[in-house]
């Protein structure tokens, strides 16, 4: 068994993640199936490889860690192609091409139906709360990041990613205006 396969396994079934685990990698590599490079599936596979609630490095520590488990496996400019990708999914913001499914990839649970939307959002809180915040915090935090997301002219980069713009408004809408419905509500 390929011991890279082994290692993101392991890292993506660790009982504290409840939303980046290997459930979210499963449905990222499904649904962009062969339209996806080579360089694009990789980066799905490493792009929360690290993920320490909180952190601010986790991106960087992932393209790190990209590059260390792919060198002599692959060539030079497909791993910088990985990692160049990995670390546009911290902002979000493609500065690449092939960065823009991968984004909108990671991003398309934001147009979940609500029920589901809002099962997403407690995983991620439950990743945070209470190990790297308290849930004020949290909610303060992601409010924040959710209004910077619809103070973007676009959500998505790709037509691909067209149809998920409007209900992922919809949904931050509602999160960055109001608080959480409670479960089952909505």
Known sequence: MDPIILEL???YTDPARSYHNLDHIARMLATGGTSLSDAQTLAVWFHDAVYEPGSGSNEEDSAALAAEMLA???GGEVIDEVCGIILD?????????SSKRV????????AD???AFAETYRAVMAEFVPN??????????NREVFAGFLARERIFHTDWGRPF????RRNLGVLVGVALPE???G
């Open 9 to 11: 396994t392991r890292r």
């Open 72 to 74: 002599g496996r692959i």
């Open 89 to 97: 999914t911290k902002s979000h913001v493609p500065t690449r091409e």
């Open 103 to 110: 984004i909108d990839l990671d991003l398309m649970g934001l």
């Open 113 to 115: 139906p609500w029920p």
């Open 132 to 141: 790297a915040c308290d849930e004020a915090t949290f909610i303060a935090g």
């Open 165 to 168: 713009e409007a209900p992922a």
């Open 183 to 185: 479960r089952g509500a």
